[in-house]
C-alpha cells in the first residue's frame, strides 16, 4: 500500500511539472518559473516542496535537461524510500538463549542423595543438596541472677500467709537444653530437646528445701512430623506443645521479658513446662492469613511426659487471622481465639510415708497456681509460689484464650486474656492442709470455679529492628540485630575505639491473675514489668529487669485437732508488695 502511495506522488509531480512548462511555454521562458515547485499536495499526507529548475530556463533544451534531471531526481528520491521502508520494517527478535533456570528439574528420587553438607545458620547445620535430608545441632542456656524485697505480707512464715518457699537472692541455670532437629525424605520433620535444668521434689515436703529437690533431666519437643498432607496440612506426633495461647507458642529463646505472664503457670502450662504428649494437625489457607491447629492431648502435668493415670483427655485448638500482613509480618496485624476442653487428671491426695503407697481414693482434680515474674530459683519446687488455689476436685474443664498482638516497625504489641471454669468444684484435704488459701472445709461443694487472667505489653526497638513472624505457628520468631555487638581498638599511632552497638529493646508489661472465686481464695496478682534487652547478636542477648507485684492474699488454714478432726486456725493476711530485679545472659546455638 506504501509503494501504491509512492507512485501517486510521482506520477502527480510529473504531471504538475509538465502542466507547468506548458504553461510557461504560453507566457514566456521565465513568466512561468517559480522559486519552488509544490508536488502532492493531498489531504492524505503532508506535501513535498521541490525546488523548480524552471527559475533558470533559457530555452526549450533547457527544460528539456530539467525535466531530465528531475526523473534522476525522482528516481534517486524512489529509491531512498523504499531504503528507508527496509530500514524501518521490525525486525525478527531473536529466539531466546536456553537458559539451566528454564530447564525442567531432571527426575530425582528422594532419599537417593544422602550426602550432607555442613553450613551455620543460627546453629550447626548439615544439608543434602536437594534439601531433603538436614540435621541441626543445638541448644540453649540461660543463666539467672535475682534479688527481691518485700513488704511484710509476703514475708511472714508460709503457715502464715507468706510465700512458700520464701523468697531468696540467688544466681541459678534457668533453662540448659540441648536439641537435635531435622527434616528426612523431604516430607518428615523431627525434633528432641531435653532439658538439663530441672529440680524435682523428691520428698514431697509440703515446704520443700534443697535437701528435697534432685536434678532431673525432662523431655521438652520430642515429636515427629509429615508435611503437605491434603486436607490436614501437617500432622504432629510426640510431646509438643498444644496450641493454646500465643505467649505459650512463643520460644522461650526470644522471650520478651526473661518469664513468660502468671497465666502461664496458672492456665497455659502448669507443671509440665507447657509439653503435652499427643497428635496435632497444623493448616492455613493458601494465602497463609487464616491459620488453625487442633490437636488431642493428655493432661500430663509434669515436665517428664507421662501420665501413669485414667482421665486427662484433652482436646486444643487454635484459629488465627491475619488481616494486616505486609513486608514479610514487618507490619502485621494479628488475631487469635484459642480453647481447651479436658477431663481433670485422676490423681491421689495421700501416701504412706513408709511405703509410698496412696491411701486415699483417686480422684479427678486440678491445682491452679503460679510463680514470679522473676523466679528465684531452678525450674521446680524451689520458686516461690504467688498464689495458689490448692487442689480443687473437678468433673470438667473448659478453657477459652484471646489473642491481640501487633507489629509496626521497631514497635510491637502483645495481649491476651485467659478464662477457666471448673465444673461441680470440691474442695479437697489436700487444699487447705497443704497450701494456705482460705477454702471452705474439705469436701464441700462450691459449684463452678471461674478463674481468670491476661497481660498486656508493648515494645520497642531503639536501633530500628523489627520483630520477625513465622506463619508455621503464628507467632514471633528470631529477632535478628542489624548490627552484632562489637568493641575492638582499630589500628595504627591513634588506636582509636571501634564499636557496634547491637540491637536494644525496651519494654513494659502489665500482668494479672485472679485464683480467687466465691469461697475459693488463692489469691489475686497485680504486676509491672519493664525491661531492657540487649541483643548481641541474633544466637545472643542479655536481659534486664524490674518487677513490681502486688499480692492480694488472705489466708485461713486449716489444722487437725488432738482427735484428727480438721478446724480452722487463725486467719492470716499475707498482701503486700514484692519487688524484684534480675538479669539473664541467654544464648542460642
Known sequence: MKRVWHLWRICAALLALASAVAVGLSRGPRAWADDLLVIAETSAGPSISLPSAAASFDSLEAVSNALTEDRQRVTALEERLRQLEEKSAPEALPAPAASADTKPPEPYEIGSDKALKDTWKDGFQAESGNKDFRVKIGGRTQVDAVTFSAGTGPTQPANQGGLDPSLANTVNLRRARFRM????????????????????????ETFPTERDSGPITAVTDLWLQVREIPLLGTVRVGNQ???FGYEHLTSSRWLNFMERSYNQDAFEGPFNNGFVPGIQLLNSNEEGDFGWQVGQFKNATNPFGFSNSNGGSMTVGRLVYLPVFEDEGRKLLHLGLSGR??????QYTSFDKTTGLPTSPEIAAIRFRSRGDIRNGPPGPLNSIYADSGLLQGSWQNMVGLEFVGNNGPWSFQSEYFGSWLYNARTTAAGPLVTNG??????????????????????????GESRTYSKIEYRFDRPVPHNNFYAIRGGGSGRRLSVSEGAWQVGVRYNYLCLSDGEVNGGVLNGMTLGLNWLLNPNARVYFNYDF???????????????????????????????GLGTRLAFDF
Do not use: C
Open 549 to 579: 507485684t502486688y499480692r492480694d492474699f488472705a489466708s485461713t488454714p486449716w489444722a487437725k485437732d488432738s482427735t484428727g478432726a480438721i478446724v480452722p486456725s487463725p486467719s492470716y493476711n499475707g498482701s503486700g508488695v514484692i519487688h
Open 341 to 346: 476442653t479436658l477431663e481433670p487428671r485422676r
Open 181 to 204: 532437629e531435622g527434616r528426612m525424605y523431604e516430607m518428615y520433620d523431627w525434633a528432641a530437646e531435653y532439658d538439663f535444668a530441672n529440680e524435682l521434689n523428691v520428698n514431697n
Open 438 to 463: 482460705y477454702q471452705p472445709k474439705p469436701g464441700t461443694n462450691v459449684g463452678t470455679v471461674y478463674y481468670q487472667g491476661g497481660y498486656a505489653e508493648v515494645l520497642y526497638f531503639l536501633t
Open 241 to 243: 506443645k498444644d496450641p
